[in-house]
Nanobody, 125 residues
Framework: QVQLVESGGGSVQAGGSLRLSCAAS????????MGWFRQAPGKLREGVAA???????SYADSVRGRFTISKGNAQNTLYLQMNRLKSEDTAMYLC???????????????????WGQGTQVTVSS
């Protein structure tokens, strides 16, 4: 069973930055697709950024140009660098991993099989 543990969340003022991390057990990030999702109270879980097996990335329109997804050199850590944060970015952020059969940078939640517990990001205006 893949385990994912997120960290790095917190409270920040609008315009500030945060970097989220996701550590995995028994998993090879270089082989499988990974993604970051977020869920605000009363809203559906939405894909924020993803990275496929080939290293290609995809971003939601709302974060493109502000957020960057990347893999650590150790291949067992996934990052999400978030810059120029806005109040609407406030949500629980979750890391997800897909089975090998899904190798692209999908932002669709149903494509992912393993999920972390999440880390809260709160942006105040």
């Amino acid at each position: 069973q893949v385990q994912l543990v997120e960290s790095g969340g917190g409270s920040v003022q609008a315009g500030g930055s945060l970097r989220l991390s996701c550590a995995a057990s028994e998993y090879t990030y270089s082989t499988y697709s990974m993604g970051w999702f977020r869920q605000a109270p009363g809203k559906l879980r939405e894909g924020v950024a993803a990275i496929g097996r080939d290293g290609r990335t995809s971003y939601a329109d709302s974060v493109r140009g502000r957020f960057t997804i990347s893999k650590g050199n150790a291949q067992n850590t996934l990052y999400l660098q978030m810059n120029r944060l806005k109040s609407e970015d406030t949500a629980m952020y979750l890391c997800a991993a897909a089975l090998p059969s899904m190798g692209w940078a999908s932002l669709e939640r149903h494509e992912y099989n393993f999920w972390g517990q999440g880390t809260q990001v709160t942006v105040s205006s």
